[in-house]
């Protein structure tokens, strides 16, 4: 499994804010590594959505939204709409591993 | 605008070796870190391979150790992975990205569209 732990899914009606979580460990998040977040539509190529934790890069909505605390980390997207179906990724650095790590995906749905 | 277009996949037997490539166009490849970052097909992203702006250190995920090598020729702009002894576990879209610096912070800011490696027999 993963170094950092999503949820395999979530769902959320069209308007609603929903939340996704990621958990890390001592290593990675909890040592203060920066978390980051990306956006991927099946069939194509990821796309950074917040980076340094709850930064975002030009261009993305502030819908967006993203936290860290301790080891673990959300992202968070409110005013959900239907082009936000996608998977998400969080990703973070690992100091034990010595290498760059990702959650294993979250797949949101909009009902 | 920036853009990378990685190159070589397709179909390779078991112990048999490929090369990718990933070509920079935008901004100056020079300055930048480089990954590789691959995806089984439905499966998650999974970080293999990087190497630094003038390619002097390069980090590897355990699984690929001893077996890909991750290069740069900045004068043509292009990142290599060197795959050898390919195994069927190595089938995957691999993403070259590159490592953006926003105020102290290092994410994969730019990807290329993927090329499909499938390790077959």
């Known amino acids: 499994q993963s170094v950092l732990t999503q949820p395999p899914s979530v769902s959320g009606a069209p308007g609603q804010r929903v939340s996704i979580s990621c958990t890390g460990s001592?290593?990675?998040?909890?040592?203060?590594?920066?978390v980051h977040w990306y956006q991927q539509v099946p069939g194509t190529a990821p796309k950074l959505l917040i980076y340094?934790?709850?930064n975002r890069p030009s261009g993305v909505p502030d819908r967006f939204s993203g936290s860290k605390s301790g080891t673990s980390a959300s992202l968070a997207i409110s005013g959900l709409q239907a082009e936000d179906e996608a998977d998400y990724y969080c990703q973070s650095y690992d100091s034990s591993l010595s290498g760059w790590v990702f959650g294993g995906g979250t797949k949101l749905t909009a009902l | 605008q920036e853009q990378l277009v990685e190159s070589g996949g397709g179909v390779v037997q078991p112990g048999r070796s490929l090369r990718l490539s990933c070509a920079g166009s935008?901004?100056?490849?020079?300055?930048?870190?480089m990954h590789w970052v691959r995806q089984a097909p439905g499966k998650g992203l999974e970080w293999v391979a990087f190497?630094?702006?003038?390619?002097?250190?390069?980090q590897y995920v355990d699984s690929v150790k001893g077996r890909f090598t991750i290069s740069r020729d900045n004068s043509k702009n292009t990142l290599y992975l060197q795959m050898n002894s390919l195994r069927p576990e190595d089938t995957a879209v691999y993403y070259c990205a590159k490592e953006t610096p926003f105020s102290g912070s290092y994410p994969f800011h730019i990807w290329g569209q993927g090329t499909m490696v499938t390790v077959s027999s």
């Open positions: 001592s290593s990675n998040i909890g040592a203060g590594h920066d």
């Open positions: 935008g901004f100056t490849f020079s300055s930048y870190g």
């Open positions: 190497v630094t702006y003038d390619g002097s250190r390069q």
């Open positions: 340094g934790n709850n």
